[in-house]
Nanobody, 124 residues
Framework: QVDLVESGGGLVQHGASLRLSCAAS????????MGWFRQAPGREREFVSA????????YYADSVKGRFTVSRDNVKKIVILQMNNLESEDTAVYYC?????????????????WGQGTLVTVSP
């Protein structure tokens, strides 16, 4: 099993960029599909982005498509979420997520491991 630690959150202005990182510790990181979810105040946690175990397939929620890019490095055991052109609606706690099931399962919320979350605040 792996443990996940997110970093990179912060307060930015509308239109700015942020780069979130998820560092994994433990064995067999390369066997996990990885993803990002977010939870805004008063709202349910929602899917943001996912990347397959080998990094060859990526998936995005419609709300972030074209602005966010997900990638992974299985040697360094990290997952990156590059967020560009941020909007106030992107304000949320962002969680890194992992599953040894399929990427489709991850998108459906079938998560084995969650990170602790990192707060992203976008000012108008």
């Amino acid at each position: 099993q792996v443990d996940l630690v997110e970093s990179g959150g912060g307060l930015v202005q509308h239109g700015a960029s942020l780069r979130l990182s998820c560092a994994a510790s433990g064995r067999a990181f390369h066997t996990y599909a990885m993803g990002w979810f977010r939870q805004a105040p008063g709202r349910e946690r929602e899917f943001v982005s996912a990347v397959s175990w080998n990094g060859e397939s990526t998936y995005y929620a419609d709300s972030v498509k074209g602005r966010f890019t997900v990638s992974r490095d299985n040697v360094k055991k990290i997952v990156i979420l590059q967020m560009n052109n941020l909007e106030s609606e992107d304000t949320a706690v962002y969680y890194c997520a992992a599953t040894r099931l399929t990427t489709a399962d991850l998108i459906r919320g079938e998560i084995e491991i969650w990170g602790q979350g990192t707060l992203v605040t976008v000012s108008p």
